[in-house]
Structure formats: C-alpha cells, structure tokens
C-alpha cells in the first residue's frame, strides 16, 4: 500500500469521499460496489468487487467451451480486468481493459467486425476479426465476453455471433441468481 496524502474526515453519516483522482485512476465509477477488508492493526482497505470475477472458475470453463466450439480465442472480462481466456493471449489474465473495450460495452452493443480489432487491454495489439458482447446483469453491465479470430483470415458467421451472445447471457443470469 502507498500513501497519497490525502487526509479526508468521515462524516455525521459515516461517509468518507473517495477523492476524485483516485477514483478516475482506480476506474471507481459511481454506484460500483466496493468490498470492505479489515485487518488486525487497525487498517482499513476497499477493494472494487467484481461480481464477474466471483464467477472465475465458471469463466475459465465457459472460455474453454467457447474456445472448443471453434478454436478461436476466447475471453471474458469484468468491467475492469481480464478474467478467463482460452485459445490464446493467456497473458493478459488479470490486466486491466482497455479505455476502448469499456467504452464499447458500456454501450451495450454487440460488435461482430470481421476487419478491425478493438484491443482487449491497453498493451493488446492483436489484429482480425472479434465478437464482442456485454454482459448484463440487473440492468448493468457487469463484463463482456468475447471471441477473437485465431489469425487474420477468421471469418466469424452468425453461429459465433450467437454463442458469444448465449455466453454474456448466461453469465449476466449466473451473477443474478
């Protein structure tokens, strides 16, 4: 843990703010759940809680199935971090998405491009074509699941397109229950 010096008090409601740099540099969006950690000595610690990542060991079964379907990559992904993949780029679980990728499922758009890449996360420079579908869970989108050719010259058809879309679904409805 680092310090950043910033000194804020609680509130009569027991309220802190979270001031507005941390927020934009922890991607803390307002109504994101956070977990709250204790520790013996007195220290307090909140931590972004990912409703997909409770799904972490679903995920990585879903991206295997998904990636057995078509040998193509599979990933999954919360709002913030790559959670599963299969097929490929097993690299990049555990790193943050790309500004471009949160944009483009915080639109709640299915995107099947079989010519431009949307980069997974920031250092992603992949190529081909990709499925990319949100995952909703209670009105929010929570993830996104997402297929990508296994080289240059995939095609996807509509059968890829409806199974990533299956996948988002069944995630969303895993988190609602």
Sequence with gaps: MKATGIVRRIDELG???VPKEIRRTMRIREGDPMEIYTSEEGT???KKYSPVGELSGISVQIAESMNHCGGNIAVITDRDRVIAVSG????IVDKSISDELNKIISERKVIKDN???IPITEEDEGEGAQIISPVICNGDVIGSAIL???DK???FNEGDSKMVIAVSMVLGKQMEN
């Design 148 to 150: 990508v050719g296994k």
């Design 153 to 155: 010259r995939t095609l």
């Design 88 to 91: 490929g780029k097993r690299d």
């Design 115 to 117: 010519h431009a890449y």
């Design 44 to 46: 307090i610690l909140l």
């Design 15 to 17: 309220r802190i703010v």
